[in-house]
């Protein structure tokens, strides 16, 4: 490898790094019910909160699906934006182990 590509090499370790301390800060929001389940998720799909409109809580069964369906909302924004902003960064190679 000569030295320019060594160069790059490191400027792409430097920068996939300040994405992914980026993306432990950013948080998208899944809803589901018409928001009367909220759940926010970081870029690097750690769940950071959940909120439940009181009246969902008279049905178990109906609440349980309303989460569920929040959570699989907000992870998968989450993980679009992780792709989108190493897609950026890569342009647009999929590199294992990276999001």
């Given at each position: 490898?000569?030295?320019?590509?060594?160069k790059q090499a490191q400027q792409l370790q430097t920068k996939l790094l300040q994405i992914q301390q980026e993306?432990?800060?950013?948080?998208?929001?899944?809803?589901?019910?018409?928001?009367?389940?909220?759940?926010?998720?970081?870029?690097?799909?750690?769940?950071?909160?959940?909120?439940?409109?009181?009246?969902?809580?008279?049905?178990?069964?109906?609440?349980?699906?309303?989460?569920?369906?929040?959570?699989?909302?907000?992870?998968?924004?989450?993980?679009?934006?992780?792709?989108?902003?190493?897609?950026?960064?890569?342009?647009?190679?999929?590199?294992?182990?990276?999001?």
């Amino acid at each position: 490898m000569n030295r320019n590509m060594m160069k790059q090499a490191q400027q792409l370790q430097t920068k996939l790094l300040q994405i992914q301390q980026e993306l432990e800060t950013l948080v998208v929001e899944g809803t589901s019910g018409g928001g009367v389940v909220k759940i926010e998720v970081t870029g690097k799909q750690e769940i950071k909160s959940v909120v439940i409109d009181p009246e969902a809580v008279e049905d178990i069964e109906l609440l349980q699906d309303l989460v569920l369906t929040a959570i699989n909302d907000a992870m998968e924004k989450s993980q679009q934006l992780a792709s989108e902003k190493m897609g950026a960064v890569t342009g647009g190679l999929n590199i294992p182990g990276l999001t």
